[in-house]
């Protein structure tokens, strides 16, 4: 059974502060989509990465996934209160269609 | 074009109550996929659906019925259900296994 760890589980932080979410996995994943949901609201697709070492960034977010396609990492600059929200990281394996899903991580950005 | 939609957005029901939640998309997805999420945790698969085909049930009660009519429509049969299936139910899809799309939810509440 694949498994995702992803922390912190909760995030309280000030308008412009940096933050870094982790996801980190003993098994190796295919790909690794970052998705980010509001309260009642379906999650939202930010990033899928596939190849080890790759770097995206979306504005203000630089998404990585490790060498070894075991970990991943988001990391949002300058947050804003917009960014509130939970984000959620998860893995694609080799059994077609699953997913494996991290905890989440609830954001909340201050003004 | 990225959207999936589902219909009802808001559904009470009693524990005696048949309904049906509905999904569609228009992206020539060939997967679809039913979720189940509770508050504040990660969307957990029910079903998937692959080329119109049932591939994967994850063992869930018979009280829950998927239903593929065609590539684009996807339902989900609801009766006799217990106040503990009180959720946000989530559809998506995806055209190949790498990225899900999701749709905004049913809120269900069982009374």
Redesign the interface.
Known sequence: TQLLEQSPQFLSIQEGENLTVYCNSSSVF??L?W?RQEP??????LV?V?TGGEVKKLKRLTFQFGDARKDSSLHITAAQPGDTG?Y?C?G?GT?????T????T?LTVHP | DTEVTQTPKHLVMGMTNKKSLKCEQHMGHRAMYWYKQKAKKPPELMFVYSYEKLSINESVPSRFSPECPNSSLLNLHLHALQPEDSALYLCASSQDRYEQYFGPGTRLTVT
């Open positions: 295919s790909s989509q998705y009642g609201e379906g999650p939202v697709l899928t596939v939970l959620l998860a694609g059994s077609y269609g699953k997913l899903f991290g905890q989440g609830i």
